[in-house]
């Protein structure tokens, strides 16, 4: 019996995600209490009405509560999940389309590049305040982050506060993808998505980095009782050109592939428009799918529709999996968690959070080593950290100048006029996001 919170639950993406999977793990949370928490007093509701709804027809021992008030649902508890953000789309979509005007080619604009600055400014901050906020009534508390962009929102956290905090993102399934592919085991990534199970049976595929920047360093073909990268590497050269070709690139320049595709890799990388298809976010598309499932919500929960189709779904997530290892004792080892390095990868600095494989139990969880990447892999690696501390720096303190550093750092940004003017931009669209510049701008 735990009490587990979810920061961000009126989020019918999220929110639904979670639930399922809790639901999926009821056995072992038996009599558990799941709380709600969000500032949308309307998408809560529904989403309490969900999870009661799943765990009716599952069958579940959990109890599921809501509030509004972050300090009522967090008190006594021992897990809290986060996942907030404000106007995210539209938010998001200003992140896209200011360093456009200032001529940067940019391929995502979400996590990494000036786009991510933005982000970074606004995400951290608002993580702060939740996570200060859980530390005064819940000081023990494990915070499972998935709040964007994880790895600067985690390094935030671990800067300004004493929780214990760990990041997830299901992009290891990226490689999975993209193994299953190549290899010939699955058409293409749909196909691999229905496939998901079967491949994570038939591989043990490990990658190490930064979080949405992670590089495949093992690819261990279970069946077959070996290591099959060098073969991997053999047929993807065989493929279609227009297959990762980013991707490719890398792994022909530095010696290691990128395990979350182009979308998210090319980010990090100044060329990366020379070759990715993506030129911004299909924020129309992400509108429209966030309506159509809050409607099918909205009908479950008035009990026109049954919740019969999501019967056994999970979300892909490993937050529930993490937090019944930790009660269960069952050194569980996990892909993909970010937390700070303390010597994990080789030549990045200790309190860097890296993404890595872990092992977790009820004495906590513990990155592994990883072996050296290629000098030129490390090189990568340390100049997003660099980049990375100072648009955390600039979140937390309102610095304009460590803001400036951040861009100038990015490889996406070639231009000291660009530079100033995407920053002079970002602060003023994004002003009433970020009330720890204009405090600044006052003292």
Known sequence: MTKIVLVGAGSASFGL????????????????????????????????????????????D????????????????????????????????????????YGIQHVLGENGGPGGLGHTLRSVHLMVDVAKRIEAVAPNAWVLNFTNPLTRVCLGLARAT?????????????????????????????????????LYDRFDIKAAGLNHFTFVYSIFDRERGREIYPEFCERLAQMPADFEPLSR???????????????????????????????????????????????????????????????????????????????????????ALNLPNRGSIPGLPEWAIVE????????????????????????????????????????????????LQALLLDPVVNSYAAATGILDELLAVHAPYLPQFAEKTVA
């Open 17 to 60: 995600g979670m639930l399922l999977d809790l639901v999926a793990y009821g056995e072992e949370l038996a009599g558990s209490t799941v709380v709600l928490s969000d500032v949308d007093p309307v998408g809560l509701d529904l989403m309490l009405q969900i999870g009661r709804t799943l765990n009716r027809q599952a069958k579940t």
């Open 62 to 101: 959990l109890r599921f509560e809501a509030t509004t008030s972050l300090e009522a649902a967090v008190d006594g508890a021992e897990f809290v999940i986060t996942s907030v953000a404000v106007d995210r789309a539209a938010t998001w979509q200003r992140d896209w389309e200011i360093p456009r005007k």
């Open 162 to 198: 004493n929780l214990k905090v760990v990041g997830f993102c299901h992009g290891i399934d990226a490689a999975y993808r993209a193994v299953g592919v190549t290899m010939g085991l699955v058409k293409d990534a749909t196909d691999a998505r229905t496939q998901r199970e079967a």
């Open 249 to 335: 690139r890398l792994l022909a320049s530095f010696g290691r592939f990128p395990a979350i595709g182009d979308g998210h890799t090319g980010e990090y990388i100044a060329f990366a428009w020379e070759t990715s298809e993506l030129k911004g976010y299909d924020f129309a598309g992400y509108a429209q799918r966030a309506r159509e499932s809050k409607e099918k919500l909205q009908q479950i929960a008035a009990g026109q529709l049954t919740a019969a189709e999501f019967a056994g779904q999970t979300s892909g997530e490993r937050a529930i999996p993490f937090i019944t290892a930790l009660l269960h004792n069952i050194n569980q080892v996990e892909l």
């Open 356 to 403: 890595v494989p872990s092992v977790v139990s009820a004495a906590g969880v513990q990155g592994l080593t990883v072996p050296a990447f290629p000098p030129g892999i490390t090189a990568l690696l340390a100049q997003q950290v660099a980049v990375q501390d100072r648009a955390v720096e600039a979140a937390l303190h309102g610095d304009r100048q460590a803001a």
